[in-house]
């Protein structure tokens, strides 16, 4: 089970942290990921991060603005995000990869448990 928390409203180059709980098996094994779904657009591959959280993969309009964390003695995963833009609005997904020992996947069939979703809403 995956809870993801830490979404609100904020304002354009405004920061926010979101967090996800793991539960249920074992959170250190598995890469994570975090996705994002704006309202009438496809979902997209934000950030993700290897199970040992040794490295870190990021879209492109992610780059330099958001960082993607882990706590595997908490079974967390954070992303921090930066400078905030109205295009960032979304609903936030976090999610954990199937297979053990995994980098990080930025294709979403590569992830088997998903959480609920934080909104995420920046004004201009």
């Known amino acids: 089970q995956l809870q993801a928390s830490g979404g609100g409203l904020v304002q354009a180059g405004g920061s926010l942290r979101l967090s996800c709980a793991a539960s249920?098996?074992?959170?250190?094994?598995?890469?994570m990921g975090w996705f994002r779904q704006a309202p009438g657009k496809e979902r997209e591959f934000v950030a993700a991060?290897?199970?040992?959280?040794?490295?870190?993969v990021y879209a492109d309009s992610a780059k330099g603005r958001f960082s993607c964390s882990r706590d595997n003695a908490k079974n967390t995963v954070y992303l921090q995000m930066n400078g905030l833009q109205p295009e960032d609005t979304a609903v936030y997904y976090c999610?954990?990869?199937?297979?053990?020992?995994?980098?990080?996947?930025?294709?979403?069939?590569?992830?088997?448990?998903w959480g609920q979703g934080t909104l995420v809403t920046v004004s201009s």
């Open positions: 249920g098996r074992t959170f250190s094994r598995y890469g």
């Open positions: 999610a954990q990869e199937g297979s053990w020992y995994s980098k990080g996947a930025t294709q979403g069939d590569k992830y088997d448990y």
């Open positions: 991060i290897s199970w040992s959280g040794g490295s870190a």
